[in-house]
């Protein structure tokens, strides 16, 4: 069977060494609810513990209250695509670190590359592109200048450590 569709290449998995040095990450312990019979992490809940993740750095690195932004801001957060390459298996009782980069930042979206590190190498590795919108219209809206500076500082410093 031929196609005409072009072969698309596959990311290679990182080490930990690879990964700028100053990228903040998270701690996620997959527990016995997340897995499947055979112990393996069932695939939506990396999902979940990629959005885990996320919250946890508006909050703790990038100094603004995730919960305050959807809440009284009125600001949603919304992907616009989220994508995920799995390396190897995790299972239940296995840590994965998150490491979160920054890709791109644009006038009302900005992309994120999650590196989950089972030890010293990548077990999968998330795409997301979050797109800023009112939740008062469900439209897009520019990035609120407090949230592009933060992406921007946060960018600009994990950059420089490469």
């Not at 990228?23 to 112990?39: E, K, M, T, V, Y």
């Not at 009284?72 to 670190?97: E, H, I, K, N, T």
Request: with cysteine; charged share 20%.
């Amino acid at each position: 069977m031929t196609t005409d569709t072009p072969a698309v290449s596959r990311p290679t998995p990182l080490t930990r060494a690879e990964l700028p040095k100053d990228l903040w990450s998270h701690p996620i312990i997959f527990r016995h609810g997340q897995c499947d019979p055979a112990g393996i992490v069932y695939t939506p809940k990396f999902f979940d513990v990629f959005n885990q993740a996320i919250e946890a750095w508006f909050c703790e690195r990038l100094g603004l209250n995730y919960y305050d932004l959807l809440g009284p801001r009125r600001l949603g957060l919304g992907y616009a695509q989220a994508s995920a390459v799995f390396f190897a298996p995790c299972r239940m009782g296995d840590q994965v670190d998150i490491f979160i980069r920054v890709a791109k930042i644009g006038t009302s979206s900005y992309s994120l590359t999650l590196h989950a590190m089972k030890g010293e190498n990548e077990a999968l590795r998330g795409e997301y592109t979050t797109v800023t919108t009112s939740l008062e219209t469900l439209r897009p809206i520019p990035i609120p200048a407090d949230i592009k500076d933060a992406l921007t500082t946060y960018y600009e410093h994990s950059n420089s450590l490469t």
